[in-house]
């Protein structure tokens, strides 16, 4: 299945696994749309995959209307095929030294950013007599025993959106909009030094460089891997395949409070 003249939404795509997203889809045929806060980062990917093939929104998560507005100039375009909910922050940091306020600057990026997207995408793309995909990014932490302190806010804020998608999951079903849920592992990316810059003190604790036991991959790599399987309509998509053994072990000890 090729993309070519249909139109892929990227939110979150200027850098990391965004951009991977960005580059898979784009040399699939696909028009993108790259939907940002960090208008510089999303001008340099789509000039270096030139030929118009990538098309550059500002767009700010926290804001309803600026998502609105970005939904509005991409539907002028015509039908959209996929809508890429990638768009995230992080925090390192012990929940003792955390704040309220650091619960609600990352739960605002990453649950209520995910839920302000899916609000601004999810009436056109139903309307549409077309079908189509959403797809979200959460995270493979949300499964598992960290493998590090201070991932707490993080891990919470993950597990939310998977909360969230499961019960979407309901709700989409007779429609003709479809479901996917990522969970990467790591990923070379620049979101510990962009959640610093705008939160300063969110990163206390910097992970060792064995912190993954599968390694991290280049956001190309990750890019590809979920496309791929978006095409080819896994409800269910990760990164790192090496890191079902940690996820298994943590659903195990679940499982094991409904044994009788």
């Keep these: 299945m090729e993309f070519l003249g249909q139109s892929a939404v990227v939110i979150g795509g200027a850098t990391g696994i965004g951009s991977g997203i ?18 510089e980062g999303a001008e340099k990917l ?3 995959v030139g030929e118009g093939r990538i098309v550059v929104h500002p ?6 209307e600026s998502l609105a507005a970005a939904e509005s100039a991409i539907r002028a375009d015509g039908p959209i095929s996929l809508v890429f909910v990638n768009a995230g922050a992080i925090a390192l940091k012990p929940i003792l030294e955390s704040t309220p306020a650091d619960w609600q600057w990352l739960f605002e990026i990453n649950l209520f950013g995910t839920v302000k997207a899916i609000q601004a ?3 056109g793309l139903l309307a549409q007599e077309v079908r189509s995909r959403l797809v979200v990014t959460s995270s493979v932490a949300a499964l598992r025993t960290p493998p590090m302190p201070g991932q707490t806010m993080y891990m919470a804020s993950k597990a939310a959106q998977l909360g969230l998608c499961n019960g979407l999951r309901t709700e989409l079903e007779g429609t003709r909009v479809d479901l996917s849920v990522v969970f990467p592992g790591a990923v070379r990316s620049a979101i510990r030094a962009k959640s610093e810059t705008r939160r300063p003190g969110t990163i206390r604790i910097t992970p060792p460089a064995n912190v993954s036991s599968t390694g991290y991959l280049e956001p190309e790599v990750a890019g590809e891997r979920i496309v791929r399987e978006v095409i080819a309509g896994q409800p269910f998509i990760t990164t790192h395949p090496g890191e079902g053994k940690l996820v298994r072990a943590m659903q195990d000890r679940i499982m094991r409070a ?3």
Excluded: N, S
């Design 22 to 39: 960005c580059r898979a889809l784009a040399a699939r045929g696909a028009r993108v749309h790259l939907c940002d806060i960090d208008l």
């Design 258 to 260: 409904f044994e009788d």
């Design 121 to 123: 995408f999810l009436p």
């Design 46 to 48: 789509a000039a270096d």
């Design 59 to 64: 767009c700010d998560v926290t804001r309803a």
